[in-house]
C-alpha cells in the first residue's frame, strides 16, 4: 500500500496538532442550481418519462466535501437525461458549504453538528434542533422516495477509496456490482449517530426495500477524488439504466467490519502515521494508546479502514475489516 503525503506544521488558524491541507480543487460555484425544481432548495430531479427506478445522488452532507459536488454540478452543466427512471441530484448542507474557506478547509464540516449522524427516527421526528437536524427533516421527503441513493463524501485522512454498504445483502450485491471503488466494505456506522447510509429506509430487512451506498472518494480537495466520484456515480447510473455505454468489468473485493474502535479519552494515538486500505498481517500488533490502554488488532490480516490520525473522545478512531469470499 501506498503511504500518505508528509505532514507540514498547521498555520495558527488551524486547531492545534493538524496538518495543512492542501486545496487543490475550487470550490463550484451552485447558485444557478441552488433553487431546484422539487420545492426543496438545492435538489433537481431529472425524469425521462419512462418507467425505472427513482436514483438519488447526494452530495455535501458535509459541507467541506465538494468533490461530488463538482460533479453533480457537471451533470446538470450537460443536461443530463436519464434513458430511464427519475434522477435526483442534490446538494445537503448548504449553509455549511457557503462558509467554505481554503485557508481553513476543515472548519465548514457542518454549521452545529454532523448532518450524517442524525438519520434515526427519534432524531428526525424528536423536538430538538439544529441547523443540519432541519436541512436532514427538509430534505427527508427526497430521501424516502429513492429506489437507489448514492451518498458522495471524501476523506481528510489518507486513504485508498473505498465504497460502504451498509450491513444488508442489497447494499453488498448494488456495491459489487457498481465496483468503484474496488474494495466494498460492509459496517454498521458509528457510535455517534447513524448515517443516511443507516436510516430504516435502506436498513429495513424487505429484499424489495431501497437501497443505499456511501462512497469515500479520496482526499478532500484532491483531483483523483472528483474522478473517483465521476466513476462511481457513471457506474451507478450504468446499473440502474440510466445511462448508455459499459463500464470496466468490476473486479471488486468484499469486506466486513470486525471491529470498531471509538476513542474512549482524549489521548489517543496511533503509534504511526496509517494510511487507509493498508493491511497489517499478525494478529496482536500494537496500532495505538487509548489514553494508558493498548489498542491491538484482534486478527491476522485485518484492513485499516479511514483511519483518523487526530480522534477525540467518541469519535470512530479506525474500523478493522475482514474480506470475505
Not at 63 to 87: T, V
Not at 98 to 115: G, H, K, L, T
Not at 257 to 272: D, M, S, W
Request: with cysteine; net charge negative.
Amino acid at each position: 500500500m501506498s503511504s500518505g503525503p508528509p505532514f507540514a506544521l498547521p498555520p495558527a488558524a488551524l486547531p492545534p496538532g493538524l496538518p495543512v491541507f492542501p486545496v487543490e480543487i475550487t470550490a463550484p460555484d451552485l447558485s444557478p442550481y441552488l433553487t431546484g425544481n422539487t420545492n426543496i432548495p438545492g435538489f433537481t430531479s431529472l425524469d425521462s418519462g419512462l418507467a425505472g427506478p427513482h436514483v438519488v445522488l447526494v452530495s455535501l452532507i458535509h459541507g467541506n466535501e465538494f468533490a461530488g459536488a463538482i460533479m453533480l454540478k457537471e451533470l446538470l452543466d450537460g443536461g443530463f437525461k436519464p434513458l430511464r427512471g427519475k434522477l435526483t441530484l442534490g446538494f445537503a448542507n448548504l449553509a455549511a458549504f457557503a462558509r467554505f474557506d481554503p485557508a481553513n478547509p476543515i472548519a465548514s464540516r457542518y454549521v452545529e453538528e454532523d448532518m450524517n449522524r442524525v438519520w434515526d427516527d427519534f432524531t428526525l421526528f424528536g423536538v430538538r434542533r439544529s441547523a443540519e437536524l432541519e436541512r436532514a427533516r427538509e430534505i427527508k421527503p427526497i430521501i424516502d422516495s429513492a429506489d437507489i441513493l448514492l451518498d458522495l463524501h471524501t476523506m481528510l485522512w489518507p486513504s485508498d477509496p473505498v465504497l460502504l454498504c451498509g450491513a444488508g445483502p442489497r447494499g453488498r450485491a448494488l456495491g459489487l456490482a457498481v465496483g468503484t471503488p474496488a474494495l466494498v466494505v460492509a459496517d454498521t456506522g458509528h457510535a455517534g449517530g447513524k448515517r443516511l447510509i443507516d436510516y430504516g429506509r435502506f436498513t429495513e430487512n424487505s429484499p424489495q426495500g431501497a437501497t443505499c451506498l456511501l462512497v469515500e472518494a479520496g482526499p478532500h480537495w484532491q483531483q483523483a477524488a472528483v474522478e473517483q466520484s465521476r466513476a462511481t456515480i457513471y457506474a451507478v447510473l450504468r446499473n440502474a439504466g440510466m445511462m448508455a455505454g459499459l463500464g470496466t468489468a468490476p473486479q471488486s473485493r468484499f469486506a466486513e467490519i470486525v471491529k470498531l474502535i471509538t476513542a474512549r479519552t482524549n489521548r489517543f494515538e496511533f503509534v504511526r502515521e496509517f494510511h487507509g486500505g493498508e493491511v497489517i498481517a499478525n494478529a496482536g500488533t500494537l496500532i495505538a494508546y487509548d489514553g494508558d490502554e493498548e489498542i491491538r488488532t484482534p486478527e491476522d490480516n485485518l484492513i485499516m479502514i479511514m483511519p483518523s490520525l487526530k480522534v477525540s473522545h467518541g469519535h470512530t478512531a479506525v474500523r478493522l475489516a475482514r474480506l470475505r469470499p
